[in-house]
């Protein structure tokens, strides 16, 4: 039972390189979410999938780029880190569908830091 | 724009003590489903309850019952007898039934249960 895997689980970047956050879910699910979670913070969302082929910017989207490679694949890239963007990212997936009250499924986060 | 509050930053008790979790939400839909999630030391998220926004009924899971009240916009999560196990950030959230559906987190409360 993988649930929602995310590689890596640990990282540390310098200002100025970029990185790719894999996430890959085994449920079938057709939603995938990216969230940052900042102490004190709850988790808020960077960019989200409804579908294959499909994304849309969330709340705090800007210095990310996402990519929906197939419904079970949502990869979140970084093209030029910076310090602010040090923190814990978890990667999400439901059943979006008329029941919308299914619960998110999370990844075990990643832990990234930029110097 | 929707928001959850969750005023109580962080919690101590003692062990066997009932623990009383606040959470108030703002939305504008009339549909919408509330969650709580538990992220134990280790770092996961662990989903525990949902409750969709006609069901105003109490609901009670061993130790664990939730009092949602539409009147007031809560949805207070209890822990009865307290165990260090316990011992967790917890996040309430909501999610809308139409359009973007990704959680909207509150900034979560520190539960420390002491032996």
Known sequence: NAGV???PK???LK?????TLQCAQDMNHNSMYWYRQDPGMGLRLIYYSASEGTTDKGE???GYNVSRLNKREFSLRLESAAPSQTSVYFCASSELSQYSNQPQHFGDGTRLSIL | AQKVTQAQTEISVVEKEDVTLDCVYETRDTTYYLFWYKQP???????LIRRNSFDEQNEISGRY???FQKSTSSFNFTITASQVVDSAVYFCALIKDTGRRALTFGSGTRLQVQP
Do not use: A
């Open chain 1, 5 to 7: 895997t995310q590689t």
């Open chain 1, 15 to 19: 200002t100025g390189q970029s990185m």
């Open chain 1, 60 to 62: 705090v989207p800007n």
């Open chain 1, 10 to 12: 640990f990282q540390v």
């Open chain 2, 41 to 47: 030391p280790s770092g996961e998220l662990v989903f």
């Open chain 2, 65 to 67: 019952s939730w009092n």
